[in-house]
């Protein structure tokens, strides 16, 4: 195991098994009648992994996707077991990998990210203000940033490997990489799912901007797989702070973001160094997402 100066698992080793993959956040292997999946503390920025990482990230994204499997339990998903103690060969590593990993179900991923939108900001703020279209579809006129919009928009993305770019995909093109069939489940599901973390995380005063899901085919079943609305993969705005019209304050990692981009940094691998502070609030920020999503300190 690699761990940074600020402790920060940044890369994985577990001798004997199979690593499949090493993704942006992710290294996933092979336990041959399932996948381990260890979500290590590197953080990704613009497509882009940053040479330091943020001390317990990993965990806060396994604990929330564990919470939001509980309480999604209605929607099929991957997981087997959170606990890797059951699996012999992964005994010698628990201390490392215990809280931050899921063994899983394999499944046949489909190559979509299912990107969800209730709020008018980032790149589709951006794409609006350009020509009043979020990928591709076009909007009234007169939304402010950061505005909720009056429909929630699914605006999905090709999936691309480390380094490379997702790109928009319209939903022609979905069915064209998924089948009409599959297309239109991993659409609604998406759409079901953001619609039920909203409402739920209204209720504990955290407003989802937008959202990004995978899912893939097990036992014939469109499921739910990787990660579930964490402050990686979602905008986690605070209600009581929540303003139309600017940046609102955020618990996830836009806090990253926004630093970075008063850097004259190109977005292009390598990353910047973050500042010792920059990782300890961003640290701060992954806890207190769970904290208000969960009613729980980690």
Same mark, same amino acid.
């Given at each position: 195991?690699?761990?940074?100066?600020?402790?920060?698992?940044?890369?994985?080793?577990?001798?004997?098994? $199979?690593?499949?993959?090493?993704?942006?956040? !992710?290294?996933?292997?092979?336990?041959?009648?399932?996948?381990?999946?260890?979500?290590?503390?590197?953080?990704?920025?613009?497509?882009?992994?940053? $040479?330091?990482?943020?001390? !317990? &990230?990993?965990?806060?994204?396994? +604990?929330?996707?564990?919470?939001?499997?509980?309480?999604?339990?209605?929607?099929?998903?991957?997981?087997?077991?959170?606990?890797?103690?059951? *699996?012999?060969?992964? &005994?010698?590593?628990?201390?490392?990998? +215990?809280?931050?990993?899921?063994?899983? *179900?394999?499944?046949?991923?489909?190559?979509?990210?299912?990107?969800?939108?209730?709020?008018?900001?980032?790149? /589709?703020?951006?794409?609006?203000?350009?020509?009043?279209?979020?990928?591709?579809?076009?909007?009234?006129?007169?939304?402010? +940033?950061? =505005?909720?919009?009056?429909?929630?928009?699914?605006?999905?993305?090709?999936?691309?490997?480390?380094?490379?770019?997702?790109? $928009?995909?319209?939903?022609?093109?979905?069915?064209?990489?998924? /089948?009409?069939?599959?297309?239109?489940?991993?659409?609604?599901?998406?759409?079901?799912?953001?619609?039920?973390?909203?409402?739920?995380?209204?209720?504990? /005063?955290?407003?989802?901007?937008?959202?990004?899901? =995978?899912?893939?085919?097990?036992?014939?079943?469109?499921?739910?797989?990787?990660?579930?609305?964490?402050?990686?993969?979602?905008?986690?705005?605070?209600?009581?702070?929540?303003?139309?019209?600017?940046?609102?304050?955020?618990?996830?990692?836009?806090?990253?973001?926004?630093?970075?981009?008063?850097?004259?940094?190109?977005?292009?691998?390598?990353?910047?160094?973050?500042?010792?502070?920059?990782?300890?609030?961003?640290?701060?920020?992954?806890?207190?997402?769970? !904290?208000?999503?969960?009613?729980?300190?980690?």
């Amino acid at each position: 195991m690699r761990y940074d100066a600020a402790g920060a698992l940044i890369e994985t080793a577990l001798p004997g098994i $199979p690593l499949l993959n090493r993704g942006k956040v !992710r290294d996933v292997y092979d336990l041959g009648d399932a996948l381990l999946f260890v979500a290590t503390d590197r953080l990704s920025a613009f497509d882009v992994v940053l $040479p330091c990482g943020v001390p !317990r &990230k990993g965990e806060v994204l396994t +604990q929330i996707s564990l919470f939001w499997f509980d309480l999604l339990k209605d929607v099929p998903n991957h997981l087997i077991s959170a606990d890797v103690t059951v *699996r012999p060969e992964l &005994k010698p590593y628990a201390k490392d990998l +215990q809280g931050r990993s899921l063994i899983v *179900r394999k499944a046949q991923v489909i190559p979509v990210e299912c990107v969800v939108r209730g709020y008018l900001v980032g790149s /589709g703020w951006k794409d609006y203000q350009k020509c009043g279209k979020v990928c591709g579809i076009t909007l009234r006129p007169g939304y402010k +940033q950061a =505005e909720k919009l009056d429909e929630v928009l699914f605006t999905p993305t090709t999936k691309a490997a480390v380094g490379d770019h997702d790109m $928009p995909v319209d939903f022609d093109g979905v069915v064209k990489i998924a /089948g009409l069939e599959n297309a239109t489940a991993i659409r609604d599901l998406s759409l079901k799912v953001y619609s039920a973390a909203r409402d739920y995380a209204a209720s504990r /005063g955290i407003i989802v901007a937008d959202t990004k899901f =995978e899912f893939g085919i097990i036992d014939g079943k469109v499921s739910l797989v990787d990660e579930v609305l964490t402050p990686d993969s979602s905008r986690f705005w605070l209600a009581s702070e929540y303003k139309v019209g600017g940046s609102p304050v955020s618990l996830d990692k836009q806090f990253v973001r926004d630093y970075l981009e008063t850097l004259d940094w190109n977005k292009q691998a390598p990353g910047p160094e973050l500042p010792a502070e920059v990782v300890r609030k961003t640290t701060g920020k992954y806890l207190e997402a769970f !904290r208000m999503l969960t009613g729980r300190s980690l």
